[in-house]
């Protein structure tokens, strides 16, 4: 029997559901097949992705507290805000 992590199913669950509401969104898109209403569900998308990638993140750091020094943990944490900050401005 496979035994798995914790962490890493809740991260395999996440990604799942992620690509679950990616795939409605463009079903939802070519179901209305109007630009206006594309643009607004893919803003909406804009909104899940960082969100799923800050929590997966969090949950593997928190699964690899004991082999990760906390320097590197700061740093990948400054990295994925550095990648959300870069998403929001001009």
Same mark, same amino acid.
């Given at each position: 029997?496979?035994?798995?992590?914790?962490?890493?199913?809740?991260?395999?669950?996440?990604?799942?559901?992620?690509?679950?509401?990616?795939?409605?969104?463009?079903?939802?898109?070519?179901?209305? =097949?109007?630009?206006? *209403?594309?643009?607004?569900i =893919?803003?909406?998308?804009?909104?899940?992705?960082?969100?799923?990638?800050?929590?997966?993140t969090?949950?593997?750091?928190?699964?690899?507290?004991? *082999?990760?020094?906390?320097?590197?943990?700061?740093?990948?944490?400054a990295?994925?805000?550095?990648?959300?900050?870069?998403? *929001?401005? *001009?």
């Amino acid at each position: 029997m496979i035994v798995i992590e914790r962490a890493l199913l809740l991260i395999i669950m996440l990604r799942v559901l992620s690509g679950s509401i990616e795939i409605s969104a463009a079903a939802l898109m070519y179901k209305f =097949n109007d630009l206006e *209403k594309a643009f607004y569900i =893919n803003s909406m998308l804009a909104l899940v992705g960082p969100v799923i990638l800050v929590v997966t993140t969090g949950l593997a750091l928190s699964g690899l507290t004991e *082999k990760i020094s906390l320097t590197r943990i700061i740093c990948l944490f400054a990295g994925i805000v550095l990648i959300i900050f870069s998403l *929001k401005s *001009k």
